[in-house]
């Protein structure tokens, strides 16, 4: 099941940059991620109101999910929208395949849980694979005062990524299942980015064409509600620093959509640099050995 639910979440967000490319126009790119969580969040309610799976929360539960809410589906992408007006996309992509490590470092900070070495080694060991994969955008890239900004915005969208997958943890603890929390928090981060937009002045506008709406119901209904859900499943079941070792992979299955769609041309370094990202997932989800004296048995 985990193993269905991470090849799912990574197919899926590996995917998702043809929606939003698609989605570039007309309509502000903060205003269309309005629109994908409010409706998001709309489907999931519809759901689980018919289904009756909507799970009560107490005042601590929806002040998680505010928060949730402004982390994950609010604050980061801003972060992440804001830096590309500075910074590669590919330069972006390696500061938010740190995730996996900034969720075992914060999982132990605020939850004691322990550090596995292999977690660490393969989110350093993929992180190496990304940089080579990215290599030429990261070359070209001068040292600028507009490029401290854009790295330091990815490493706040990060940031706020990696918080917003604890937030989930703690609630999946509380015995609240991701798709309650993800309605709520997709409801709030919605409600507060619609708020951003007013505020800064920028124009609610649709484009009424197949392009436009068939990108958006993508980022909608696989890319948010299946996706997310699935994502922070797996954070529930797995701890967030495994789960986030997706932000590694799903840049490769976008990189390979890009070769059949764009022409991307693979080079030696992207491909020692996709050995290296493979090689860190195996070590990720390494089984951790339990040391018996005299004797190493694997730990079941």
């Known amino acids: 099941m985990n193993l269905s639910l991470y090849l799912l979440t990574v197919l899926i967000w590996g995917t998702t ?13 903060p205003v269309s991620i309005v629109y994908r969580f409010a409706l998001a969040g709309l489907i999931l309610f519809v759901f689980l109101l018919l289904t009756r799976r909507l799970q009560p929360m107490n005042r601590r539960g929806h002040q998680i999910c505010l928060a949730q809410g402004l982390c994950l589906f609010c604050v980061n992408f801003i972060c992440f929208l804001s830096a590309s007006q500075w910074i590669a996309s590919g330069l972006i992509a390696v500061v938010f395949s740190t995730a996996t490590l900034w969720n075992a470092l914060n999982a132990r900070i605020f939850f004691g849980q322990k550090i596995a070495s292999n977690v660490l080694g393969g989110g350093a060991l993929g992180l190496f694979g990304l940089g080579l994969l990215f290599w030429p955008e990261l070359a070209h890239h001068s040292a600028s005062r507009e490029t401290l ?26 015995g609240l299942r991701p798709m309650t929390t993800n309605a709520w928090g997709m409801a709030y981060g919605a409600a ?58 799903f840049p490769l299955v976008a990189l390979n959509v890009s070769a059949v769609a764009e022409g991307y041309q693979w080079t030696a370094p992207a491909l020692l640099g996709l050995v290296a990202v493979m090689a860190g997932n195996v070590l990720v989800f390494r089984k951790p ?11 079941k």
């Open 17 to 29: 940059w043809i929606a939003l490319k698609l989605q570039l126009g007309v309509v502000a790119i």
């Open 192 to 249: 507060m980015l619609a708020v951003f937009c007013v505020v800064s002045g920028v124009p609610f506008s649709v484009e009424w064409n197949v392009r436009y709406i068939g990108s958006l119901l993508y980022l909608v209904v696989p890319g948010s509600v299946i996706a997310f859900t699935a994502y922070l499943t797996l954070v529930g079941r797995m701890g967030p620093e495994r789960a986030a070792y997706c932000t590694v992979l």
């Open 149 to 174: 900004y854009g790295l330091g915005l990815a490493l706040l969208g990060t940031l706020c990524f990696s918080a917003g997958n604890l937030l989930s943890s703690m609630q999946q603890k509380a």
């Open 289 to 299: 050995r339990a040391r018996v004296p005299g004797v190493v048995v694997a730990a």
